[in-house]
């Protein structure tokens, strides 16, 4: 069965058409005409039943052609026999599709669900990743633009004394791409009990002597906490603590899926399962419980957990497709992974630390502070 | 209680009676009292001639005044502390030397063990600074702790005399800085390391997520809690007190001039 590949056309030219996410609209890049995403949907689901009808005809009209058909090997066609059909394992998690735009061939990660064609660029989306049991449930559109993304990474690297000078100059922005990223959405509830130590201290004076009272108490504290679409993404290719770190969304953005989102942004589907991301949704889970708890034992100078007893009810799964963007720089050699958040724009990634400002940083915090010190001392010799 | 009222008076007059004789015999300096003023009458009178005599050529010597002055309780001369009532004496009796009326006087008051010192004037603070003082109540006050009152005055007398041929060369006592420099010195490198690392620390902005409040859905429901008090533990330490002395004496100021005192 061929994988159906969408490339959403503008209705009056033509021309390719992307999501923007300022406007939420699908934008021709030609015309410049602007269509909702609604509005787009209705016109495909239409071409859609007019093209199945019409290939349900050729099917039937190419069966009575072949059956007259007869093979000629009379020398006038190449002799391609030496050509090696078998990509054999470099072919493994690769897919082909055929670009409906231009006809050129797309080789893409199997995972691959929206991408744009090398040749005519124009956006194109898979729709047979997101089919069946595939389809994801919801999609948070993109918000925030390339631009916005370029701007974000430059003010990351400001108020930081410790960037090597060249780095914001000379670093090269090799690639930045938005990305639908695929996510598990887990509902649940936390529940359980937790045992801490807490203490309360009391310090008096008698005397010529400091007294320090220290009484010991055993808490406990039982509750339940629910929660809803905890993010985990369902993604090997993205690094989880990116992930993580770009959190938290806005869910009242949060749409229908719709493949009419996709277009001008690169998609991939899920290829960690539900089971092998459940531990991460747990741990957050139980942690928020244990904090929550934790945050009702007032009244102590310490308290620490000695013990916890938590019980996870697993909910609803969600799958999701959030926005994210991706910024890929180079400096010294050295690759630098930077994320932002598509939707609000919360940008992080690890910066390199020069040492000679680590050190010019340490000296000139340390030199004032020990000179004013030492002057203080001396005076109060004095 | 009438006994203990006609035994204070009675030493009330016993010292003003000491006062006069010293303020007759110290007409000479300008100070209305001897260098040693006996009121309390701990010293035998050859205790008393040796220590005027030695006190007389350090205060003349160094331009100085190093007076040794014991009353019975000092609340008869200012009730507000022995020290005030230490400088209330120097000043009441204008004691010192020279135009400044420079002077160094250590007060013994016996019914409550309080001791008291009190340095007035530039060359005497010069000679006698805060380290210097409390370095100095070291030499007298173990002896007096044990009663020994000759040995005490004694040993104050020829320090006063040792801490003034040092200011007079121009080297005065003064504390050590070196070994407080160093912890100071240490202490800045430490909070230099404390901003340096917060500052490293922002530019590592990517973590694994440990909790989920973010996506909460309604409060925590708290279906139970219990807090138990298992058992009391109790220490004590003992308060250094960094102005003070192991007899617990601590630094003063007012008068003009400053000192210290404390029990003995």
Redesign the interface.
Known sequence: MATKITNYQCPACTGPLHFVGESGKLECDYCGTSFDVEEIEALYAEKEQKSEKTAEDVADATDATDATASDSKDGSEWDVSDLNENWGADIEGMRAYSCPSCGAELICDETTAATSCPYCGNPTVIQGQFSGILKPDYILPFKLSKEDAIKALKKHYLK????PSNFSKANHLEEIKGVYVPFWMYDGKADG?VQFH?VKVHVY??G????????????????????????VDASSKM????M??I??YDYSDLKPFSTAYLPGFLADKYDVSVEESRER?D???A???V???RD?VKGYTSCDETDRNIKLTRGKVHYALLPVWILNTKWDGKDFLFTMNGQTGKI??????STKR?IG??VA??AP??A???I???LM?? | MNKKRIFCHLLAIIMAFAFCISAFAAEQTGAQLNYVTDAAGLLSESENDRLEETAELVSNKYGVGVYIVTVGDFNDFNPDGVYEATYTIYHDYTMGEGPNRDGIMLLLSMDNRKWAMFCYGSRCEYAFNSYGQEKLEKVFLDNFGEDDWYGGFNDYVKECGVYLGKAAKGKPVRANPVYACLIAAGLALLLATVIVSVIWQKMQSVSIKTTANAYVSGALQLTGQSDTFTHKTTSSRKIERSSSSDSGSCSESGGGGSGRSGSF
């Open positions: 930081k004394p410790l960037l009990s807490a004076t008698s010529d002597y400091e007294i320090t009272e220290t009484n010991h108490y055993d808490v406990s504290r039982k509750g339940s906490i629910a929660f809803e679409k905890i993010p690094p989880d603590d990116y993580d770190s959190e938290p949704a741990i957050r889970c942690g928020s419980l904090n929550a708890l009702t992080v990634g690890n910066l390199p630390v680590l940083l340490f915090i340390a502070l020990v004013l010190s030492v203080a001392i001396v010799v004095r």
